[in-house]
């Protein structure tokens, strides 16, 4: 299994500079966290196909990416601004596709705070489910999956979502924090989703707090050999990517550097024979 971090790991100035750093330290890929940068340019997603060809010519890709988190809502009501919110939604697809992004991650609604919503929660639901089909159109022939990411209810809260969406198979993401503040644990959750896992955000936490730490982290209660044994016995095939930013927040460079080397070394030591650098 290959490891990443998001590219934003040293801030989110120019992202090449990243990647030329990442590739310098030995990584092949990373998780793409520089919309906000492409969105800058004049032409994004040709900006998108340039920095793709860039990154190809340093054997660097991006497995995973984030849609924008507190902001995007595939259950955004009908009416003033519904269009707008879509356009954007598929500008970030467009995006994704030029990258090369494999799974696009997002959750049901914004997260963690949806705006508040005066609907009844049936109405959000089917609101949602025909979001996702908007979306589907927007991949449909891409590289990219778009995958929902659950929060601590786990199964329960991803499965039934998944497989009513009609138009696109799509993935999952496993954040191992967000699993671990719920009942179920993260073995349980990856045997139950089985194929349909195709990304994952690797963090730790005491299970109070969505604290975003290393595995390994102060407290933390994740059972990751469990998790590590059930990611094999499914044939995993995604990255083992870290949402762990806590580390790195108000961090120096040359800390991040640091810890940029001691998530490799602690992959080294939880995958053992599945690592693949
Ligand atoms: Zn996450």
Known sequence: MR???????????DPRKAIQTFV???????????????LRQDKPVAAAGELKKF??????????????????????PPGPGHAEHFDRIRLWCELFMALGVKAGI???RPWPTPPPDGRPS????????????????YVKGGPTVVCLENGPSGTKGVLPVVEAVKGMDMGICLDTGHQNRGEEKCADFVRAVGSRLKALHIHDNAKAYDDHFF????????????F?????????????AYESFTEITDKPYEIRLV?????????KVMLGDAFEG
């Not at 310098?24 to 492409?38: I, N, Q």
């Not at 595995?215 to 469990?226: C, E, H, L, Q, V």
């Open 3 to 13: 490891v990443c971090v998001s590219t934003a790991w040293f801030g989110e100035a």
């Open 24 to 38: 310098d330290e030995g990584w092949t890929c990373g998780d793409f966290s520089h919309v906000e940068w492409l």
């Open 55 to 76: 990154a190809d010519d340093l054997g660097f890709d991006f497995p995973q990416a984030h849609f924008d988190l507190a902001n995007t809502d595939p259950g955004f």
């Open 106 to 108: 997002l959750h049901k």
């Open 122 to 137: 049936e109405e959000i639901h089917e609101a949602m489910l025909k979001g996702f089909e908007t979306i589907a159109g």
């Open 215 to 226: 595995p390994y982290g102060p407290g933390g209660t994740t059972d990751w050999s469990g």
């Open 228 to 240: 590590v044994d059930a990611l094999a016995e499914i044939g995993y095939d995604g990255v083992w």
């Open 259 to 267: 810890k940029l080397r001691y998530a490799k070394e602690l992959a």
